[in-house]
């Protein structure tokens, strides 16, 4: 089953920023939309954007301050910018995608990438 491969993360100083990168492990016939989420400590995952058909969607929590793209066929990008101690989190990519010709649309999740914002 094709993994995701996420990249990017790491320590910023607030007001800094930071470029996500997420892809698949390998090839895969189609990818359909494609997001980031996050999950801050002892909170609940919070989607902060999303791709699809050509539109991108932003949740209210960095609506602003990140920017979602892609770069066909699979890859996608989260730039974050004017980063605050409160966007410490997991980040999560997800991508709903077809592995194969014959396969059903899934989704698949990222392992997470720390993002911890900090003086």
């Known amino acids: 089953q094709v993994q995701l491969v996420e990249s990017g993360g790491g320590l910023v100083q607030p007001g800094g920023s930071l470029k996500l990168t997420c892809k698949p492990s390998?090839?895969?016939?189609?990818?359909?939309?494609m997001g980031w989420y996050r999950q801050p400590p002892g909170k609940q995952r919070e989607l902060v954007a999303s791709?699809?058909?050509?539109?991108a969607k932003y949740g209210e929590n960095m609506k602003g301050r990140v920017n979602i793209s892609r770069e066909f066929p699979s890859t996608v990008y989260l730039e974050m910018t004017n980063l605050r101690a409160e966007d410490t989190a997991v980040y999560f990519c997800?991508?709903?995608?077809?592995?194969?010709?014959?396969?059903?649309?899934?989704?698949?999740w990222g392992q997470g990438i720390q993002v911890a914002v900090a003086s």
């Open positions: 997800n991508l709903r995608l077809r592995e194969e010709y014959y396969s059903d649309i899934d989704d698949f």
């Open positions: 390998r090839s895969v016939f189609y990818t359909y939309d």
């Open positions: 791709i699809g058909g050509g539109t």
